[in-house]
């Protein structure tokens, strides 16, 4: 069996600063590391108590948001206190979706990605 370590989970943005504006505000992560080139900005995003990064790309020429089409692929969160989370994600007017049979619900980016919020499981 081959053993592998899970580094990162990369999304596109269209707009570089209002994505890392909104997944500090959202979900604390804050940039680990940046890579600028002439074509595109990587900026990596982590949360500290974990080496997994979210590594957001913005492609310098592109001019229009992306589609996501019908993509149901999303990135899961679990916060320390669900139940305040959900109230600032209820103020920060981006839940886009809620299971209340589940006990979670999404938030949407910028970009319209989806993020599973769940709750600690016991």
Not at 70 to 79: C, K, L, R, V, Y
Not at 93 to 98: A, D, K, L, Q, T
Request: glycine share 6%; with cysteine; hydrophobic share 35%.
């Amino acid at each position: 069996m081959i053993r592998t370590k899970f580094l990162h989970c990369n999304l596109n943005v269209f707009d570089l600063q209002r994505s890392l504006e909104f997944y500090g505000k959202a979900l604390g992560l804050s940039e680990v590391r940046r890579k600028d080139t002439d074509k595109f900005t990587l900026v990596f995003l982590g949360e500290g108590s974990t080496d997994f990064n979210l590594e957001l790309t913005m492609l310098k020429d592109r001019t229009e948001p992306y589609d996501l089409g019908d993509n149901e692929s999303h990135i899961a969160f679990e916060p320390e206190d669900f139940d305040a989370a959900h109230k600032h994600h209820e103020k920060m007017g981006c839940i886009c979706f809620e299971n209340h049979d589940m006990g979670i619900y999404f938030i949407e980016d910028p970009d319209g990605y989806w993020l599973e919020v769940i709750p600690r499981r016991s």
